[in-house]
């Protein structure tokens, strides 16, 4: 985001065509474009309620490279918080919001590690609920994935570096993974190549009939 708002992109947020808006107010949302930030993105808008976005910015005005910062140390401390209570009906939520963030601010490969991370969540099938992974009955969504393998296409790393991120994403998760690493990479690369998500769910359910 720029520091001045064009007409267009005003118009997006009043739903009469024919608005008038004050140079104060323009003013306004141009000096505190983090509204118009979290707002206009929705997995970083989904974690935050209004009295969080004024407590966490104090109402202070902020260039885009402090908003980044704060945005994530902001989330950061608060998905550490809710898995220290095992709270993992968050994680996906807050993850793909850390991840957003971070790709905003042109961290691509902390991105990736954030949604490798994801990606390992997803495969396991890890149960919120049951607080247990479950792959015999998982089952990969285009939704989940469309993020994760357009980051893949953005980056290009060589086959080494991308294995290399991969497994110390695998090793950094805190919850429990009943897929190896091995065949974890395997269903990475297997998403990444286009192969067929239903084809994919169905050989890690095949694969890991007997989780436990």
């Known amino acids: 985001m720029g520091d001045n708002l064009t007409d267009d992109e005003l118009k997006k947020y009043f739903k009469s065509k024919n608005y008038?808006?004050?140079a104060k107010s323009e003013e306004f949302l141009a000096n505190?474009?983090?509204i118009l930030y979290i707002v206009n993105n929705t997995d970083i808008s989904r974690v935050f309620y209004p009295?969080?976005?004024?407590?966490?910015f104090e109402e202070k005005e902020y260039c885009q490279e402090e908003i980044?910062?704060?945005?994530?140390?902001?989330l950061k401390r608060t998905l550490d918080?809710?898995?220290?209570?095992?709270?993992?009906?968050d994680f996906k939520i807050y993850s793909n919001?850390?991840?957003e963030v971070q790709e905003d601010k042109g961290d691509l490969k902390d991105a990736l590690n954030t949604r490798f991370k994801v990606f390992l969540f997803d495969i396991n099938n890890y149960s919120v609920v049951l607080n247990k992974p479950n792959p015999r009955k998982t089952k990969l969504k285009?939704?989940?994935?469309?993020?994760?393998?357009?980051?893949?296409?953005k980056l290009t790393l060589p086959i080494g570096e991308l294995k290399e991120l991969f497994e110390s994403a695998y090793d950094?998760?805190?919850?429990?993974?009943?897929?190896?690493?091995?065949d974890a990479l395997k269903y990475l690369l297997k998403v990444f190549g286009g192969e067929d998500l239903d084809n994919i769910s169905k050989e890690i359910n095949d694969s890991y009939s007997n989780p436990y």
Do not use: P
């Open 51 to 56: 009295s969080e976005i004024r407590k966490i």
């Open 172 to 182: 950094e998760v805190l919850f429990k993974t009943v897929i190896t690493r091995k």
């Open 81 to 89: 918080e809710k898995l220290t209570h095992e709270t993992w009906i």
């Open 32 to 34: 505190n474009n983090f």
């Open 142 to 153: 285009q939704k989940d994935m469309t993020k994760l393998t357009q980051l893949l296409h």
């Open 97 to 99: 919001a850390i991840a």
């Open 68 to 74: 980044y910062e704060k945005l994530l140390t902001y």
């Open 20 to 22: 008038q808006i004050s």
